[in-house]
């Protein structure tokens, strides 16, 4: 929760926490545990109450989890934007992409322009067919816009090129690394384009600006370069695969590479450890200690020693 890259400071969560707590009495004093809101739901109503008292012109909502039954789904937004969509949170949101996107297409409102970075012609049939039953404009990449990058030098991301059905906007400055950031930054680019035409002045200089200066904690985050470092929240397949791209492309290093590894337990560990592992030689398993769903680092050495990696520390 932040506004204009400052998070919330304490003195104003509490303020904000006095009024949720209030609506969270109300709702708990029937008794009824149904009715209790979870710590999501808590914090979004937070969220929401901070951007009321701030006066935000423009609040980005992250969903939390699937879509359609999430509680940042209560708002009316200016425009949807569903980026790629891979398999996580299986249990709660359904086994095929189809499911899953079904529950991601959840946000779409009806008459309210949809963007899409999804390329799975499943997927993007699911979306299409929600976005038709209620007449809300889908721009899809690859269809509406398209992108390209270049080849990049070792720490210094490539710039990137992108081109809509309404504008070439030629090669823009991007400070993210990997090659998937391309696809992010041109569905922002068209997301842009669709607030413009709301009445939104965004100025070509801010949009630069703001690609060449975005910061994105804990994705492909260079923590330090003596030695190398890389945090990365990689958490299912696709993720763990532009780990893996990104790090040989970025972040070419000549010795031994060295994984720092946690999981919660309902990730797809096997799945992710069959594409990292080939790239390390020494594995540190470590766990969440306070979080029940930490997955047990005995188990990962397991999975890891199958795979014919035993430096595992």
């Known amino acids: 929760v932040q ?5 919330i400071v304490p003195e104003e969560i509490a303020a904000r926490m006095t009024e949720v707590a209030r609506a969270v009495q109300q709702l708990e ?4 545990p149904s009715r209790s809101p979870t710590f999501f739901e808590i914090i979004t109503a937070l969220g929401f109450l901070h951007f009321d008292c701030r006066r935000v012109d423009l609040a980005v909502l992250e969903v ?3 879509g359609r039954f999430d509680s940042t789904n209560v708002c009316q937004p200016l425009l949807s934007i569903i980026t790629n969509i891979s398999f996580d949170h299986m249990a709660i949101l359904g086994g095929t992409l189809a499911e899953i996107a079904f529950q991601k297409a959840g946000i779409i409102k009806p008459r309210v322009p949809v963007v899409s970075m ?4 499943e997927v993007v049939g699911v979306i299409s067919k929600i976005a038709g039953e209620y007449a809300a404009p889908l721009r899809l990449i690859c269809r509406d816009f398209k992108w390209s990058r270049g080849i990049g030098q070792p720490f210094h991301p490539p710039p990137f090129r992108v081109s809509t059905d309404r504008k070439d906007w030629g090669e823009l400055p991007l400070a993210l690394h990997g090659e998937h950031q391309g696809a992010n930054a041109a569905g922002v680019i068209a997301a842009i384009e669709l607030l413009r035409e709301v ?4 100025p070509d200089r801010a949009v630069q ?8 904690p804990a994705r492909m985050e260079l923590i330090s370069r003596r030695p190398v470092v890389v945090l990365d929240c990689a958490h299912n397949v696709a993720s763990a695969r532009a780990l893996v791209q990104t790090l040989g492309s970025s972040f070419p290093i000549a010795g031994e590479k060295h994984l720092v590894f946690a999981s919660s337990n309902d990730k797809q ?3 992710m450890l069959e594409i990292l592992a080939p790239e390390f030689d020494h594995f540190h398993l470590t766990r969440y200690q306070s979080n029940p769903r930490s997955a047990d680092p005995e188990n990962i050495k397991n999975l890891i020693k199958r795979l014919d990696k035993f430096s595992v520390l």
């Open 3 to 7: 506004v204009n890259g400052v998070p």
């Open 29 to 32: 004093a029937d008794g009824d």
């Open 64 to 66: 939390g989890l699937g």
């Open 118 to 121: 999804v390329e799975d012609a």
């Open 199 to 202: 009445g939104m002045e965004i």
């Open 209 to 216: 600006e703001g690609l060449a200066k975005v910061v994105w």
């Open 269 to 271: 560990i096997p799945e």
